[in-house]
């Protein structure tokens, strides 16, 4: 496969050291006539894009606040849909997915993100008054069968937590809720997961401008425990066979994928448990729960792949300076096994406005991933199974996280206070949440086999996150005058 067709971002290679300027990429310069002359409407353009990347939260019951189905829905919301669509990977874009595009690797899973040329109908739609067009090239209406939409599919189980009050103007408060049985009587392996706040606050509702905005579970910390009878403890404790860890619940998050061949278990006679729940108030007195959906393998899986322990983050010198923009904070950790990394999942507090991971194999320095960061709508990234990094034992990840503590930060309650590390809101944070696997040597040479085959690399090809992919390709055919190839 050619150059051009792995290489599908900016790489890094060589002795070429690439840090991304703390600004991130601009907005979209894709204009309007770059779509060509012809007209743009709702019903032909528009509606499609809204359907695909919009709807699942914009929509009747939905969790945004206004729906963006019908074009009576959208028309009064054409301009400010171009203003926030088109403000490149960063707090406020929609939707709400802050990967930035012209570096890194750009295979994720579950990525409703917009491409430059819909960005640029959506501006161009707009500024031409926003035309219905044609009613009949409209697209099926998508059809929802309930309130909540499961971005993984429907869940082969779903775990409600039990109800809390919030109170309108209630204190924050952080602590440990009542257990929930799950329900299983054998054990199962859990492909997909994912989390979602039920509450009554109506969808147009009055809430505060807070975190999460119409929500009041910011983050929930939790584990599935096999209990004794009475409930009140661990059979053997919280880190024994026992026990599951599950990624954290954050406002916001979109379903976690657990890789293909390292699935979590999920054991009969579980239940979910938490001593560490982050709760806050929206202005309005809000009964909540969360939903906890799991997708399941087939009783027959069995993984092969472990979950590698690898901390990447600081949090012992985040020294955040008061009224100042572009500061950085950086953490590293080594590889003591190969890994393949699943997940990318920034996590800073109010300050943060970006963070990039990168991968430093001997002379090598290849940049990941950079992605912007709302503290207000967390995301996390989970890399398509061709795309995920496959690391040798021994490379260096580097985390750069950028910090704006200035009025611009709309996050900042206020930008006078120096920060540092803690847990609430107004002080900070600094880790990579994403999840890895350890490969013996064996499985890292099967990974990268496997990655070859389905790129057709080779030894002339270069992919962003194998620094040893191309060292087992076959040469590339040399073609001699005639056009024959030779071997």
Not at 293 to 300: E, I, M, N, R, S
Not at 323 to 335: K, R
Not at 340 to 347: A, L
Not at 418 to 427: D, E, L, M, T
Request: hydrophobic share 35%; glycine share 8%; net charge neutral.
């Amino acid at each position: 496969m050619p150059f051009r067709r792995i290489l599908t971002s900016t790489a890094v290679v060589a002795t070429l050291v690439v840090v991304p300027s703390f600004s991130g990429p601009a907005a979209s310069t894709v204009s309007a006539q770059s779509v060509g002359s012809g007209e743009v409407t709702f019903a032909k353009d528009i509606a499609p894009i809204l359907q695909r990347s919009c709807q699942n939260c914009h929509r009747p019951n939905g969790v945004a606040p206004m729906p963006l189905v019908t074009y009576e829905d959208v028309r009064p919301w054409a301009r400010a849909i171009k203003t926030r669509t088109g403000i490149g990977p960063r707090a406020g874009v929609m939707p709400p997915w802050y990967v930035e595009k012209n570096i890194g690797i750009q295979g994720y899973k579950d990525d409703p993100s917009l491409g430059e040329e819909e960005i640029a109908k959506i501006a161009k739609w707009a500024d031409s008054g926003a035309p219905l067009g044609n009613p009949a090239d409209m697209p099926t209406a998508r059809v929802f069968e309930d309130d909540t939409v499961w971005r993984i599919g429907k869940p082969d189980l779903i775990v409600k937590t039990k109800d809390v009050i919030v109170k309108a103007n209630a204190p924050d408060w952080w602590g440990e809720i009542e257990s929930v049985a799950i329900g299983l009587t054998e054990d199962r392996y859990v492909a997909a997961i994912e989390i979602k706040e039920v509450n009554d606050v109506p969808n147009a509702g009055n809430g505060r401008h807070t975190v999460g905005g119409r929500f009041v579970f910011h983050h929930m910390i939790w584990s599935t425990r096999v209990l004794d009878r009475i409930g009140e403890r661990d059979v053997r404790g919280a880190d024994d066979e026992d026990s599951t860890g599950w990624p954290v619940h954050e406002v916001g998050r979109n379903p976690d994928y657990f890789d293909p061949r390292a699935a979590r278990l999920l054991r009969a006679g579980s239940h979910v448990v938490s001593n560490s729940v982050h709760l806050h108030s929206n202005g309005r007195d809000t009964r909540s729960h969360l939903e906890i959906g799991f997708k399941l393998h087939p009783k027959d899986y069995k993984p092969i792949y472990r979950r590698a322990s690898v901390s990447l983050g600081n949090g012992v010198d985040i020294d955040i300076k008061p009224m100042e923009a572009n500061q950085q904070l950086h953490a590293y950790a080594v590889l003591q096994e190969h890994t393949k990394i699943v997940t990318f999942e920034p996590h800073l507090h109010a300050p943060g406005m970006r963070m990039c991971l990168e991968a430093i194999w001997g002379i090598n320095i290849q940049t990941l991933t950079c992605a912007g960061y709302d503290h207000n709508w967390v995301r996390g990234y989970a890399y398509d199974d061709d795309h995920a990094p496959l690391l040798p034992k021994g490379t260096i990840l580097h985390i750069i996280g950028y910090m704006d503590n200035t009025p611009n930060n709309k996050n900042i309650p206020d930008p006078r206070n120096w920060q540092g590390s803690g847990n609430r809101s107004v002080a900070n944070m600094f880790i990579d949440l994403g999840m890895r696997v350890a490969l013996s040597d064996e499985q890292f040479e099967a990974e990268m086999a496997k990655r070859r085959d389905k790129l057709r690399l080779t030894q002339s090809d270069f992919t962003i996150g194998c620094p040893l992919c191309f060292s087992g390709a076959p040469a590339r055919p040399i073609s001699n005058a005639a056009g024959a190839q030779q071997p």
